[in-house]
């Protein structure tokens, strides 16, 4: 065959980087070519350096785990506050058919507003599946009396909803499990949390408390969802029943409930039946009756948009 080149040329073993075993003549029995080591090769200011890198980390990691430690104290103690007082932090959510405005909420926010003076940052938005321009219902809440979101002791947004629903649905942030359906039962609950119109100072509050209940059932259930059956024989009916009731009682009282101030049945009865009573001839008690509720509820410069032109064609 062909001779070939040599391909290295031979080198002295003196010059070969061999393990110690070399100068004992022990070359070519299993000895590897000494490696540096991994670890304690680095010169002495390096691993100084090194060290202090890692303090300052080990201390930069300790002090955010402080920080964030007294900021999940913070929240904690912030949540129990919350809910030991919701007057101090209330965000509410109205889902709502802009057909049929829930017009008792902005006289409700008024009143908590001007009479018991709580901070409100209101707000109103339009759900996309509405496709008509809302002009009508762009002011229907009233103007904040805060300068901010943060500021405000009780947040009340409505979202206005393409829905045939006339009641509307509430988002409370205290009730994350549950909501609060209907017009009437979010007036209860404002009731229940900051005593809207109660009726404190009556001889009975049980019973006039059982009354009202009464009232506002009915009202929600002959008035409220029975404006869709206007036509109906049986609904007209029901109107005119509830509004003998009605004349009959304020005939010898001011108000629904025996008090110098209207209440909370007084709110939702006004809201409901003030826009029916324009194209109707009614009793004088009756026109005295709503002409008392617009004064006290209508003072400043709240809208008057009756329910009768709410829906839009």
Known sequence: MYRLPVINVPVPTNELNLPVGSEKGLVGKGFMYRLPKIQGTLLD??????????????DSILEQLESLKHRVESLKENTKTRINDPAKFLDIVIHSSYHT??????????????????????????????????????????SSNCQSRVDANVRITIIWKEDLNRDPECFVAMLPNSKI???VNLLRFLNRQFGLLSAA??????????KSDEWLDRIHSSIIWGESKEGSVGQVSKLQMILEDIEKIVSKHKFLQPAKDPRLVDLIAYTSIKGLLMTKSQPKVIQQYISECQKYFDSSKQQNIPRSVGVIN
Do not use: M
């Open 45 to 58: 200011d390096n691993e100084s350096d090194i060290l202090k890198q890692l303090e300052a980390r080990q």
């Open 101 to 142: 405005p829930p017009y008792s909420v902005p006289l409700a926010c008024r009143w908590l507003q001007e009479r018991s003076g709580l901070r409100l940052f209101t707000s109103s938005h339009v759900h996309s599946s509405v496709k008509k321009t809302l002009e009508h219902l762009k002011e229907f809440l009233p």
């Open 181 to 183: 359906k209907g017009e």
């Open 201 to 210: 100072g009556c001889e009975d509050v049980s019973t006039n408390q059982a």
